[in-house]
């Protein structure tokens, strides 16, 4: 691992499409990130779906149903939760929510697309941590990987996983 994640095109695309939509209607949303373990190809972009999520102006959650959803789904093909992705109505930071309530693993990744109502694709723009020494530290930006199997994309909430 290079400690910067390589996301397929179509994972972009969908990530800025999802918070693009949230957007418009003034909330947050997010994806979670799976990659197979040790590898920063990410293989799978699981956006948030509705039932068990919280969006509200200057909050994102996912319930545990959601979180416990996803996980089961990771590891019944071998994969990984490496980074959690989401929306800021402005700049990217991490506020204190985000901190707290994050996943803290050691080398889990958050990051957060500023401007929802226009998110760039431009993963540069976008705020990138990982969790190190039990605190958030700035990371390398993630990498469009032209040459990746495409991700794929699927929407996780309460109800279950729906593949795109």
Excluded at 31 to 54: C, F, Q, W
Aim: some cysteine; overall charge negative; charged content about 25%.
């Amino acid at each position: 691992m290079k400690g910067h994640l390589r996301i397929p095109p179509r994972g972009v695309s969908a990530i800025v499409a999802d918070v693009r939509t949230w957007g418009s209607h003034g909330v947050e949303t997010g994806a979670v990130l799976l990659t197979s373990p040790g590898d920063d190809a990410v293989r799978v972009v699981a956006l948030a779906g509705t039932n068990g999520v919280i969006r509200r102006p200057g909050l994102f959650v996912l319930t545990h149903k959601v979180i416990d959803t996803l996980f089961t789904f990771a590891e019944d093909r071998g994969l990984q939760a490496r980074a959690q992705v989401h929306s800021h109505r402005g700049r990217a930071f991490l506020s204190k929510t985000d901190r707290e309530g994050n996943i803290r693993l050691p080398g889990f990744i958050a990051s957060v697309v500023p401007s929802f109502q226009a998110p760039s694709d431009r993963l540069e723009d976008w705020g990138w941590w990982t969790f190190a020494r039990g605190d958030w530290e700035p990371t390398a930006c993630g990498q469009v990987d032209h040459d990746a199997a495409d991700a794929t994309v699927v929407t996780v909430d309460a109800e279950g996983i729906d593949e795109h």
